[in-house]
């Protein structure tokens, strides 16, 4: 009943609005329509403020709380005129509170006692430190400061790539700290010199038997079996029909026949050399031995993966010897080239410097001095992954083309300074048997001399190659005064 109430006065309501819409106005000519429209929204102004006695950086810190707290869109900047040496702040906040702006500029903008460094207001309490790295790389500093093990929640630190200088503001506690970890960091780079040595013994031998056959058919060959033949000159048929119808004058046909026929033979001496005949053997002894130095830093590694985008890092060093090689043309003329590819590689992947320290050599706080009388123990390891890989030749044939060999060899080593340690060691034996000659008779036992060439080669190689590893000094450095200032100190003045 209720209900039904309530819907008769809304409706006796609405028609009644209704009416009143419908019905003349008062004036037939105006209308008057207005919107009233509020979504919540800041006026936002920005005001120019010159300062006469105080800094805009030491004012700033208050005047940046006060507006923020009214808007987060308001932004205050600072002003700096060098030639004419003023001082100016512009703020951009709401229109309703720039009236407060102006009081609260207004009150700390005083005259004053300046202190060292021009600034009339003390107890901020943010302190701006600056600091050159010595050893270290300010990239890696400023990573430890701002997401690594010193980052502090107030505190953040900048870095100046044209000076290589690092500077960050907190709280006077947490910018001390900071600073004396980065001190504590800032140490020497371990650095090795890896010596790697390379030692070669080859006994070679090499004989060659037999006769060159293409020599041999080409040169005295032709002429070896030369005749000459005279055919038989008759000189009248009276004397066969003599000899026919008799034997009177045999004595008479018979010199008839060896005057004037004249039987042909073999001359057996014809004029040739003997260089078709190889009856050659060679022996020899080589002896090498070479060096190289390879420089290297130790391998930093983190625990988050990001981090290590710089791994793997690899240092390599190449041996690469000239050997010399009798090589024939195509016209078998013998010419004198460079040997084949004989090059020693070796790579190291992510050294690890590791010291052996005594209780000399650290201050109370663990850290490593670094004296000369350190670095001149030279005591410690490196650990590291290697990678050897050597070509040699291993096979020439009679004509000087070469046949190479690829060896590769991988593992990894912990060596210590002074020391000299075996990386690999190889040894090779060849025998090679060639035979050129005839076919089919080339494979008599003892014949096969006598029908071609028998160049028989037998090598035998050793091949040793050692690494050496010394500390190296990166030399004596005068630090770098360190200054930290109070929030009113200028960065420049830092160093």
């Not at 903008?109 to 003390?122: A, L, N, R, W």
């Amino acid at each position: 009943m209720a209900r039904k109430n309530i819907l008769s006065l809304l409706l006796a309501g609405c028609g009644t609005v209704l009416l009143q819409l419908y019905a003349d106005p008062p004036d037939k000519d105006i209308r008057t329509i207005r919107l009233l429209q509020d979504d919540g929204q800041t006026r936002m102004v920005s005001k120019f403020y010159e300062l006469k006695h105080v800094k805009a950086t030491d004012i700033r810190p208050f005047i940046q709380a006060a507006v923020k707290r009214y808007s987060k869109a308001s932004i205050v900047e600072r002003v700096y005129y060098y030639k004419a040496k003023k001082h100016a702040i512009i703020v951009s906040t709401g229109e309703d509170f720039i009236p407060y702006v102006d009081d609260l500029i207004a009150g700390l903008d005083q005259p004053g006692k300046p202190d060292q460094y021009g600034s009339t207001i003390e107890g901020t309490g943010v302190t701006r430190i600056t600091y050159k790295p010595n050893y270290r790389a300010a990239d890696d500093i400023l990573r430890l400061i701002n997401d690594g093990t010193m980052r502090t929640p107030e505190g953040r630190a900048y870095l100046n790539k044209d000076t290589n200088t690092i500077y960050w503001k907190d709280d006077r506690g947490a910018a001390l700290d900071v600073l004396n970890w980065v001190r504590f960091l800032d140490c020497p780079v371990p650095q090795v010199s890896l010596k790697l040595n390379y030692y070669e013994i080859r006994e070679s031998k090499l004989r060659d038997i037999g006769l060159d056959y293409l020599a041999w058919k080409n040169g005295p060959g032709m002429d070896i079996f030369s005749a000459g033949f005279n055919g038989g000159k008759i000189f009248s048929n009276e004397a066969i029909f003599e000899l026919i119808n008799g034997f009177s004058k045999l004595a008479d046909l018979t010199s008839n026949f060896s005057s004037s026929w004249g039987y042909g033979g073999f001359f057996t001496a014809p004029q040739f050399d003997m260089s078709f005949i190889r009856i050659l053997q060679q022996s020899g002894n080589a002896r090498l031995a070479a060096q190289a130095d390879l420089t290297m830093l130790n391998t930093p590694i983190y625990e988050l993966d990001t981090l290590n985008k710089h791994l793997p890092k690899t240092y390599s060093v190449t041996l690469t010897p000239d050997y010399e090689n009798f090589q024939k043309d195509s016209d078998d003329r013998t010419e004198l080239k460079v040997g084949g590819d004989s090059t020693l590689t070796l790579q190291v992947t992510d050294p690890v410097v590791c010291f052996g320290s005594e209780s000399r050599d650290t201050d109370p706080q663990g850290k490593l001095r670094f004296s000369e009388d350190f670095y001149r123990r030279n005591r410690g390891n490196v650990i590291f992954s290697y990678k050897l890989n050597s070509k040699t030749v291993t096979e020439r044939s009679n004509r000087g083309d070469e046949v190479g060999n690829n060896s590769t060899v991988s593992g990894e080593l912990t060596l210590g300074f002074k020391t000299e340690k075996i990386l690999t060691q190889y040894v090779r034996e060849q025998e090679a048997e060639q035979t050129i000659g005839i076919p089919f008779l080339v494979k008599i036992p003892i014949l096969k001399y006598l029908f071609g060439t028998v160049t028989t080669i037998k090598e035998r190689t050793y091949i040793v190659v050692t690494a050496e590893a010394s500390l190296i000094n990166p030399g004596p450095l005068d630090k770098s005064k360190v200054n930290w200032t109070i929030s009113s100190g200028p960065v420049e003045k830092g160093l």
